[in-house]
């Protein structure tokens, strides 16, 4: 008996990957999922540092781009939730009731708000002791912030995506978010939605509407594209388009491009779920045993996990020239 169940399950590995291999085709019987996640809130340009308007600490255009942000949202009846930066809330080293009432609008209109660590810290560089020290700090403005509804954090999103540069570091940190109650928020779908935010931020700054208007234009396939590209690359590697994690960041061009971006998703077939129910898909309890310093998608991670040829990664949608030389960054 037992050597019989043997040669089944030898026969079955050997039929399993060629089955999966033979079906990449993306077919209307998948079920498109996606949630939507924005990091570096209460907003990405908004830090201790920020000029300050003559009243307040927000300026008047990051308080217009926030509200901008939040009613498309929940005009497009989409559930989301927002990583917390708490040092964005500082001033002076004190928080701001105006910066912190920017994480109240995420919360009555309905979203999450998860922790994204304190400064923006990077785990790769300023190690364990000190990253944990940031996470806590973070989790004293958030957990408050939470509990005046009855709800509490439970979501963490890595900064940079670094999320330790040793088997041995990941275990410790996975350990230490656990016991403070936290979840790993990964993310299948990235893109470099940060460097044509940057450039976006440049034309509305020069108040050049029409180059503001080509790279709203131009923005929305890209991201479309980033979205293509890991629905098939989660075909590739699963056999179906597992419900994505993307990441984007709570920016001005986003919060001029997200009915767009969500009408092209639904056009496709996708429908928009929060965290915990993407994350209820199987392949989220696959190993990550990733260490590298490049922030990249989980499906990937999973891949170089299954020892996946270079030939897996390849195609990623990148951005154009004209987007990288006007954020003022090196071509992709
Ligand atoms: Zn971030």
């Known amino acids: 008996m037992k050597g019989w169940l043997h040669l089944a399950c030898i026969a079955l590995m050997c039929l399993l990957p060629a089955a999966t291999r033979a079906a990449p085709a993306v077919t209307a019987s998948q079920d498109r999922r996606i949630a939507i996640t924005f990091d570096d809130l209460p907003w990405a340009s908004l830090d201790p540092n920020t000029p300050l308007p003559a009243q307040g600490t927000v300026p008047p255009r990051i308080a217009a781009e926030s509200v901008r942000l939040l009613q498309a949202i929940e005009g497009t009846g989409t559930p989301a939730i927002g990583f917390v930066n708490s040092a964005r809330l500082l001033v002076g080293g004190q928080p701001q009731a105006d910066r912190t009432a920017m994480l109240d609008a ?178 989220y309890r696959r190993a990550d045993k990733f260490t590298g310093a490049l922030g990249t998608s989980w499906i990937h991670r999973w891949a170089i996990a299954a020892g996946r040829s270079w030939k897996f990664y390849g195609g990623e949608p990148t951005s154009p020239k004209w987007v990288t030389d006007l954020a003022g960054v090196p071509p992709e």
């Open 106 to 283: 995420w919360l009555d209109a309905g979203l999450e708000l998860g922790n994204h660590t304190d400064t923006h810290a990077d785990l790769h560089i300023v190690g364990i002791q000190a990253y944990e020290d940031d996470i806590l700090a973070c989790d004293r403005v958030l957990r408050p912030l939470l509990a005046k509804r009855g709800r509490e954090p439970q979501w963490f999103r890595h900064p940079y995506l670094r999320t330790g540069r040793t088997p041995e570091d990941k275990a410790a940190m996975g350990a230490f978010l656990a016991a403070h109650g936290y979840r790993i928020a990964p993310v299948t779908v990235t893109s470099s939605d940060w460097i044509w935010a940057a450039a976006y931020a440049k034309a509305l700054d020069r108040g050049d509407a029409a180059t503001q208007a080509k790279l709203r234009a131009q923005y929305v396939p890209y991201l479309l594209r980033r979205v293509n590209y890991f629905e098939h690359r989660s075909i590739r590697l699963l056999g179906y388009a597992l419900p994505q994690v993307m990441l984007l960041h709570a920016n001005a061009l986003n919060a001029d491009t997200y009915p767009d971006f969500v009408a092209g998703l639904r056009a496709r077939g996708y429908r928009f779920v929060d965290l915990d129910e993407a994350m209820r898909d199987p392949a």
